[in-house]
């Protein structure tokens, strides 16, 4: 099994930034599709961001877009998810996960990733 692990989550001002990472153990991430989802409290988890195993092709929730950039560093088995100008409403566990699937992965949906991060919490608030 795949181990992915989160980190950078925290508590921020709103119109602040944070970059999340998610990284790789015992595994070439290089080889995987990587999509970044969260789950606020009270509600279904949400795909937020994915980027291809090259790294070439990327694909952003309506509700991040012009905000988050994801990218990936496959020499360091790592991906990045750097979010700017956040929002209270971006509040919420973080989750990375790995999608060996040559294009359903750009979809963001669940079905589609097959190993997960245990997640990191975002905060939002003044």
């Known amino acids: 099994q795949l181990q992915l692990v989160e980190s950078g989550g925290g508590l921020v001002q709103p119109g602040g930034s944070l970059r999340l990472t998610c990284t790789a153990s015992?595994?070439?991430?290089?080889?995987?599709?990587i999509g970044w989802f969260r789950q606020a409290p009270g509600k279904e988890r949400e795909g937020v961001s994915c980027?291809?195993?090259?790294?070439?092709?990327?694909n952003y929730a309506d509700s991040v877009k012009g905000r988050f950039t994801i990218s990936r560093d496959n020499a360091k088995n790592t991906v990045y998810l750097q979010m700017n100008s956040l929002k209270p409403e971006d509040t919420a566990v973080y989750y990375c996960?790995?999608?060996?699937?040559?294009?359903?992965?750009?979809?963001?949906?669940?079905?589609?990733?097959?190993?997960w991060g245990q997640g990191t919490q975002v905060t939002v608030s003044s």
């Open positions: 996960a790995a999608s060996s699937g040559r294009s359903t992965y750009y979809y963001l949906r669940e079905i589609s990733y097959t190993d």
């Open positions: 015992g595994f070439i991430l290089g080889n995987y599709a």
């Open positions: 980027i291809s195993s090259a790294g070439g092709r990327t």
